[in-house]
């Protein structure tokens, strides 16, 4: 049975940091061999693209709004993917979401919350 935990959210300052951790476990296929990305969805918004990391890692893509805040990484050894989330904003106030992708297949966490608020 495939999971992907998702950890690290919590209550920030502006300005302030968190790391996102995504841990998986229970697929068929080796986790070096899925593309992994993180969404965000913020009440009354659709789900978004956030960041995403191709399987070998050699290749990453961020959404405009967080191109040069966030960072995404990943570490296959430990099954784990990463979004290290800097210089943080209200409006990064989302309920955050990692997704395991590989030909057409689709798994999803079940988030975790990251609230930006003074």
């Known amino acids: 049975q495939v999971q992907l935990v998702e950890s690290g959210g919590g209550l920030v300052q502006p300005g302030g940091s968190l790391r996102l951790s995504c841990a998986a476990s229970g697929f068929t296929f080796s986790f070096s061999r899925y593309d992994m990305t993180w969404y965000r969805q913020a009440p009354g918004k659709e789900r978004e693209l956030v960041a995403t990391i191709r399987n070998t890692g050699s290749s990453t893509n961020y959404a405009d709004s967080v191109k040069g805040r966030f960072t995404i990484s990943r570490d296959n050894a430990k099954s784990t993917v990463y979004l290290q989330m800097n210089s943080l904003k209200p409006e990064d106030t989302a309920v955050y979401y990692c997704?395991?992708?590989?030909?057409?297949?689709?798994?999803w966490g079940q988030g975790t919350q990251v609230t930006v608020s003074s």
């Open positions: 997704k395991a992708g590989r030909v057409g297949v689709n798994y």
